[in-house]
């Protein structure tokens, strides 16, 4: 089980690389949903200015997911991992599964592509994850339907249709 969530005054993207690097080197080594295409990259990492918490986008192999890790002074859920919670940004609100890891402790996700077998290339993941965060802070009326909303999911959101 996870432990409580480490409170990350630092960029955690180097703590999420090599965490995920070993997850890829071990529990996920050879299963069929991993593209070889894609490595481990964690991609723009920054302090979101509305919660203050790490928002970014994982690129593993085998998902590439929306992340939100607990930053000093900003309140974290206190749920435990399974549970969800909802987080709001402009372009609407978005379901998160709560996730653990021993070396990072609790974090949230929001599943993006699982698995993202349509990526040809990391730069092509890389910059899907560029967009995504960029879609992410339109206000709501500027943005394509968020998953919440029930309209094809997280592709709509990100304008790829059903």
Known sequence: MARIPPIWNNNP???LEAAFRHIAA????GLPIANP???????AFRRYEKS???LGVLITPWAINLLL??????PWPAAGPGGKHTWHFPSGDYEFTIA???ALGTYHLCSLFSPPAEFHSQEEARQTAYAVLAALMLEGGDAAPSPASGVSGRRAFLGLGR
């Open 37 to 43: 295409m894609l490595a481990v990259e964690a991609v």
């Open 100 to 102: 653990g890891e021993e």
């Open 26 to 29: 071990t529990r996920m080594a």
């Open 52 to 54: 203050g918490h790490w």
């Open 69 to 74: 890790l607990p930053a000093p002074g900003a």
């Open 13 to 15: 993207a180097p703590a």
